[in-house]
């Protein structure tokens, strides 16, 4: 069930009226609603991930009351690793097992040796890089004792399930959901109706712009042989913007969504176009986990309070790790290696030269074209099914052939897309323009907004019910 389907439009529907209709009754009872929905939810996609779920957050809920109630810390210890295994192991048993044991064999291969390995024809569950790391994190912040043990499994059931941000995040921590469960909630119109305008927003980003410069890049990354340099260079573009819309787009309507039911996700994605530097980038792009990594990886690996080189190692390692979170191939693992490189590389580069932020509109376009180039051409990698793929992409872009093969440039839909594809692009620019989180001063502009965007969607929007690129991960 995704967002973008009459399917899920029935059920968000359903959940609301009910949802609030409970609003006079004892927190319990919404709190029972929202687990039997968000189960519902991710059932829908295979039921048998249901147990994989139900799990997790069993154990989880036992080894934070342990670790919150035991003295010993010995014990809290062990119950932490029990987590971390249980949690860890099964992630990557589902996601990365046939990738570990298939890439054995091909280091074997290359050095002489032919044996046949044992794969096994695994599902990999929707979400469940993003409800792993959002249940480990309530685990370690019980252990450092930033966060006590909350006694409401329902409460602790549904933060892990809850449907909006369940498949692909934000990933939340316990410290700002968790008490939202268990608080009650009241409903409050203004805050519906911003809901509906990031709700509107999202697919705005998703059916106008991400769905709309998937047909150009798709077109273009499964005939890379016959493409010339311009066709490369529009597919690397589109691509970038793509991914933004799609997976910014699908934050926003998680955020409207809990909005709706009373609740504050936190946001994801902050203009990361606009960043001037590599980190501030990554300040900007996929904000729940690059936070997630720094304060659960980065800093118990010691973070900059150590020596150069290592702070570089415990760099290269974030964004190494970050790679392969993202998928079970080594395309993943160059993407994250590229931006451990370049975070390292402008570390360096400032440590002996100064590098102009000066706030002008020319050296702040400068930065900013320069960031968007570098990540850009290493999104090229996320994108290609095979790092065959991606060279062969490379090959094909530094042939310099810039012949203006207008068939090739508009892929299978002709001119009309092309032009379309740029002005998405455009208009997601001019978006930059609108109120920050979209709180307009009245309702009037509100509904004026949610009115113009709907209109926008069916004028020029795509057709269809295409997943989000990060239901994958």
Known sequence: ?????????????????????????????????????????????????????????????????????????????????????????LLGFFKYYNFFVKSFEEMLFSFGFNIDTWTLNIILPVGIS????????????????????????????????????????????????????????????????????????GFFKKIVIADRLAIYVNSVFSDIQNANSISLIFGAIFFAFQIYADFSGYSLIARGISKLLGFDLMVNFNRPYLAETIPDFWRRWHISLSTWFRDYLYIPLGGNRVSVPRNYFNLMVVFLVSGLWHGANWTFVIWGALHGIYQVVYLKVKGFVKIDLRNTIFHKSINILFVFTIVTITWVFFRAESLRQAIEYFNRLFLFDFSFNLVQVCAEKGPLNLILSIFSIILLYLSYLLPKNLVFKNETQSLFFILLTIFIILIIGINGTAEFIYFQF
């Open 1 to 89: 069930m995704i967002f973008n389907s009459l399917a899920f439009l029935i059920f968000i529907i359903l959940v609301f009226i009910f949802y609030w209709s409970l609003r006079k009754k004892p927190l319990v009872y919404q709190n029972i609603l929202l687990l039997i929905a968000s189960y519902v939810f991710y059932g829908w996609w295979d039921w048998r991930f249901l147990g994989l779920i139900a799990f997790s957050t069993l154990v989880d809920f036992y080894v934070g009351k342990t670790i919150n109630n035991s003295n010993s810390l010995k014990t809290k210890k062990i119950f932490l690793y029990i987590s971390l295994i249980t949690n860890i192991g």
């Open 130 to 201: 993003f409800y792993t790391f959002q249940t480990l994190s309530y685990t370690i912040d019980i252990y450092k004792g930033k966060i006590k043990h909350t006694s409401n499994i329902i409460s602790f059931a549904v933060f892990v399930s809850f449907f909006p941000q369940l498949v692909a995040g934000p990933i939340e921590r316990a410290s700002h959901l968790l008490p939202q469960f268990l608080s009650k909630r009241q409903f409050n119109y203004k805050e519906a109706i911003n809901g509906l305008s990031l709700i509107v927003y």
